[in-house]
């Protein structure tokens, strides 16, 4: 025969807290962030840049608006060596960031390729900025007049193609005698440079805006 007595209701025990024992691990320390100076154990650190020649006067007439960013904004000194004829970077004590050196160094070096201030100093504000190089003769030997009609497509009249690929491409473009630079970021300067190689090669221009204009297009999709 069943019991009718109703099952007894589930006893739950809660276990009292365990103190802390006095022998537990201390607090998580906090150190402040280590200074530009302190990472590199308190020694200052330098980037010399020469000056080409044919930079001297440039250089004398914009020193002002290169000395202005570098000193105030990235707190980097810089000065002019005349006798050796380079310009100095060093590191300070209250240098923000250690990078802010070679970026410093970057924008002057970028300057002294030929690059307007107004320009270059994009160097500075942008980290994912570029400056490549190259020469006509690593793309096609050329000589004589071959080469002096390469370096005309390259410009155009009256620099019309080059500014061309440089709005395009948002790149920059000198053209130093036989030395190409281009200073942009790194899909757009793989863009510019093709289309600088396509002109050197002997593509006329009319082919390479129509080619420009479909890699722009895409790129624009991408993004």
Known sequence: MQSSKAPAPMEVEIAPREQKSEGALPAKPKFEPLKAHEMSDGRV????????????????????????????????????????????????????????????????????????VIDAIALLRLDELYVESFEIKDVKTLRGEHLSRAIGRLSGKG???????????????????????ILGSFQNIKVARDSLCSLILGSPAGKVYSKLRQVTARMAERF
């Open 45 to 116: 650190q330098f980037r010399k840049i020469s000056v080409p020649p044919h930079r001297y006067t440039p250089l004398k007439k914009a020193w002002m608006e290169i000395y202005t960013p570098v000193y105030e904004q990235m707190k980097i000194d810089i000065r002019m060596n005349l006798k050796a004829r380079k310009v100095e970077l060093k590191t300070r004590s209250d240098t923000p960031d250690i990078s802010n050196l070679q970026k410093c160094a970057d924008f002057v070096h970028a300057f002294m390729l030929g690059f307007d």
């Open 159 to 181: 620099g019309k193609t080059k500014f061309a690929i440089e709005n395009a491409t948002k790149t920059r473009i000198v053209i130093a005698d036989t030395k190409i630079h």
